[in-house]
């Protein structure tokens, strides 16, 4: 039994003739009344009555008509949704990030996302760098955004793209006496009580700061530790100390708090957007595809280096 048996069954409880059935299906009178005898012959019952005044189902033929619609109905379903899973129109993606990448670009590229993929299930996990990287390379991820690129054992096998810069700068409370200033220098920093991220979480932003401030610095082995910029900033607003962060910090102003260019000048290392080279998923690609649109000139990136990872054979023609 196949597909066409059942569409013909349909066209002719429909017509309820075999001349008007056939003309419907764009077939033959004598082939359709032999592939309907063959379908009964097949099922072992009656499906239609032969009458002069038109074809009708049996019972039989009633109970075979309502599986019949209902498995066409899924057949085509099941054919719309093969095409919509192979164009990353449903599926699921597993994104871990960084909270500072909630500051930009992340929100710009999730509002697009979600626009157009609604039925693509987004399972999105605030996470330190040292963790998402971990997960990523452990298949528990799909897509990570760190700061740095991934390391450890497994990370050669990821693509990543550099999708943020970013540089130190200070956060204080509008009441501190740092307020006001454009800029705040090592010197002053190295005689105040700071706030940082956790070095065990974001190794390569407590370097950064070590190269800065000195490995032995009094003010970083006593700072405040705080869990995400967010935090950094609404403690720098509580009177804490000063925060040291990221400069994406600057794109979310908080009421009560000041921030200063911290100089000399020191950059942070670059939000990396980081995949498994050897994922190939729809959904995957088509949330690259939302990045390259909303981030050009990540998105050049992102194709230079997907070339470079692709073998010979692969790797897009220019």
Known sequence: MEARHLRYALALAEHEHFGRAAAALGIAQPPLSKQIADLEREVGARLFERTRQG????????????????ALDEMAAAVSDAGRAARGET???RLGFIASALLDPLPGVLHRFGRE???????????ASSRSSAALIAGELDVAITLGPPRGAGAEHLVSVPIGHDHVV????????LAGRPEVSVAQLRRQRLIVAAGEDEPAVRAGLHALLGRDAPALAGAT????VHTIVGLAASGVGVGLGPSRMLAAPRPGTWFCEVVPRTPLPDLVLSFAARDTSPVLTAFLDTIRRNCPTVGAALDHRLRAAAPPSEAPSE
């Open 55 to 70: 074809v009708f189902p049996t019972a039989a033929g009633e109970a075979f008509l309502a599986r019949a619609r209902r």
């Open 91 to 93: 599926g699921r993606l």
């Open 117 to 127: 993929r609604p039925d693509v299930r987004l399972e999105l996990h605030e996470m």
């Open 170 to 177: 200070a956060v204080v409370s509008t009441a501190h006496p």
């Open 225 to 228: 530790v705080a869990r995400d």
